[in-house]
């Protein structure tokens, strides 16, 4: 199949040449998995240390006397609790209180916010951000094209780095970022990942994406690094029961619903989308996320349907063998009056209906 017309990040040669297998990810031609395979990358991660290509996610600067107003705005999460050099997870919604994306904002200075969305929804986003701004007194700047982004993740991720750059990475608190140089490239060090595990995102300008790619790579290679696909990024942040936009999230779900209201800040005053959250939270959901073990032998898929009995209850959002538990799991939105520990599912499974049962979340969560 041609990737003409596919979005390429600055490391697709580097892809290909290690064995990359390529596949078209929502518009992006990206690595699904190395040679290693997927459970080598997920084991390599939870064991030692994964470098992710993650180049194609999308950045925004916001600039501006209004910066943090002006995200407070768009956002669920309160920005105005954020400190300089930190940063937070939150939910970009809409009038429905529905998600638009979910978002890293970090703050560099009261007036100066970086945005980092999802590759797929870049554009969107941005076409929903760029108009609001008019009653603001800020600046926009869709930097995605000058951007590479590579995410060390594991308990090795910090060894490594370390070896990279000056900056004293373990001074770096979760969720918190610096600038400095890594492999004598001016990059942005964040505390941050998407796999469970300790590790870093390092930003960069897009021409140096090779350089220090390689360059972590060979910092690496004495602990057993090793180059990770979307596939293992998938599984990784499955066991961790990290949302995943399309899926968990979407236009039409609140995090309210996806166990997110730990980012929906309705105290703060007013954003896009708050009332009905407010009303949502007053009135009770009616559906939630959980998770859920297969009891029976079989592996649920996305969009797989869930049954209690003979009635059709929900959906299977994310789905997947686990590597690291060596149990079969998955999400699903339930109605609430089923969304408790315990509770017994059935999920068709090519025509076959295989037992299954709600558990806590995270299904994995690292010790510190």
């Known amino acids: 199949m041609s990737t003409e017309y596919l979005k390429k990040t600055p490391l697709n040669e580097v892809h290909r040449r290690s064995g990359g297998k390529m596949v078209d990810f929502g518009g992006w031609d990206m690595p699904v998995q190395y040679e290693a395979g997927v459970i080598a990358e997920h084991m390599a991660t939870r064991e030692r240390a994964g470098l992710f290509d993650v180049s194609h ?36 919604t809409n009038e429905s209180g529905g998600v638009v994306d979910d978002l890293l904002v970090y703050r560099f200075a009261e007036d100066r916010l970086f945005l980092v969305v999802n590759a797929g929804t870049q554009d969107k986003d941005w076409a929903w951000i760029a108009p609001k701004a008019a009653d603001f007194d800020v600046k926009l700047r869709h930097a995605s094209v000058e951007y590479c982004q590579i995410a060390i993740q594991g ?80 599984t990784l942040r499955l066991e961790s029961a990290m949302s995943l936009y399309g899926h968990e999230l979407s236009d039409t779900i609140s995090p309210l619903e996806a166990n997110l209201g730990w980012i929906c800040k309705l105290d703060k005053g007013d954003f896009i989308g708050r009332e009905p959250m407010q009303k949502l939270k ?87």
């Open 155 to 234: 308990p090795k991720a910090l060894g490594i780095l370390q070896t990279l750059t000056p900056t004293d990475l373990s001074s770096i608190k979760y969720y918190h970022f610096t600038t400095g140089t890594v492999d004598g490239v001016d990059s942005i060090i964040s505390r941050t990942g998407y796999t469970g595990e300790d590790g870093f995102e390092v930003y960069a300008e897009a021409s140096k994406a090779e350089q220090l790619w390689n360059k972590v790579m060979e910092a690496g290679a004495g602990v057993g690094i090793l180059p990770c696909g979307l596939a293992a990024r998938n």
């Open 282 to 368: 007053e009135e009770g959901l009616k559906r939630k996320l959980v998770g859920f073990e297969m009891t029976d032998r079989g592996i649920a898929r996305d969009g797989f349907e869930v049954f209690i009995g003979d009635e059709k209850v929900g959906n299977v959002t994310s789905a997947s063998p686990a590597p690291f538990l060596k149990k079969n799991i998955g999400l699903a939105f339930l109605p609430t009056e089923f969304a408790k520990t315990g509770q017994e599912i059935t999920i068709d499974v090519r025509g076959k209906k295989l037992a299954a049962v709600v558990v806590p979340t995270p299904f994995y969560k690292r010790e510190k």
């Open 57 to 92: 996610m999308g950045e925004i600067w916001v600039d501006g006397p209004d910066a943090i107003r002006f995200v407070n705005h768009l956002t669920t999460n309160d920005v105005a609790r954020l400190v300089d050099g930190q940063a937070h997870y939150s939910a970009l």
